[in-house]
């Protein structure tokens, strides 16, 4: 079973704090990643991809990658009362062509004013 | 900043009953997918379609589902006898390329099967 897991949380951080949110995969041979804002009710909202090892900056986010740990973060830096939301990790599955992507379950977020 | 649009935010329906789902894809993508969330579980991969034909689908599309692309702009979601556990939120998404395979997703159509 391929599986995508996730810190299911609540993480509760003041504003202004680095939101630091963590995600592994199961399968070696995952190539692309991404992270995804799901407020309450709403759908996924796609934040940062990031496909090779290291860090990959987009404004007050961080995407950092490690192949050989499986393992994919998403830092929020100065975080605000609106960055709460679900953040939803998802991985692109290697096999032949396979587009679908597989989600974890999510880590919610809260930044307390 | 174009967006995917669904269409009706709301459905409800008898078990038994057939609905389709309506999705307006971003108009350059070429790749479109439909998923769907469970409340409070995971967003679930349904299906995969590129030009004009179904490239992959999980275990949860059997047959009772199908997708179609009538035309140049809509891409629908059809289950054809509901049952109550298809209550869910189904997302569409839509993708320019498979190499970077970053989706869009839609603002989705929650259904509910009674």
């Known amino acids: 079973q391929k599986e995508v897991e996730q810190n299911s949380g609540p993480l509760s951080v003041p504003e202004g704090a680095i939101a630091s949110l963590n995600c592994t995969y199961s399968d070696r041979g995952s190539q692309s990643f991404f992270w995804y804002r799901q407020y309450s009710g709403k759908s996924p909202e796609l934040i940062m991809s990031?496909?090779?090892?290291g860090d990959k900056e987009d404004g007050r986010f961080t995407a950092q990658l490690n192949k050989a740990s499986q393992y994919v973060s998403l830092l929020i830096r100065d975080s605000q009362p609106s960055d709460s939301a679900t953040y939803l990790c998802?991985?692109?599955?290697?096999?032949?062509?396979?587009?679908?992507?597989?989600f974890g379950k999510g880590t919610k977020l809260t930044v307390n004013p | 900043e174009p967006e995917v649009t669904q269409t009706p935010s709301h459905q409800v329906t008898q078990m038994g009953q057939e609905v389709i789902l309506r999705c307006v894809p971003i108009s350059n993508h070429l790749y479109f997918y439909w998923y769907r969330q469970i409340l409070g579980q995971k967003v679930e991969f349904l299906v995969s379609f590129y030009n004009n034909e179904i490239s992959e689908k999980s275990e949860i599309f059997d047959d009772q589902f199908s997708v179609e692309r009538p035309d140049g702009s809509n891409f629908t979601l059809k289950i054809r006898s509901t049952k109550l556990e298809d209550s869910a939120m189904y997302f569409c998404?839509?993708?320019?390329?498979?190499?970077?395979?970053?989706?869009?997703f839609g603002p989705g159509t929650r259904l509910t099967v009674l």
């Open positions: 990031i496909y090779s090892n």
């Open positions: 998404a839509s993708g320019r390329t498979h190499l970077d395979n970053e989706q869009f």
């Open positions: 998802a991985v692109r599955l290697p096999q032949g062509g396979s587009e679908k992507l597989v």
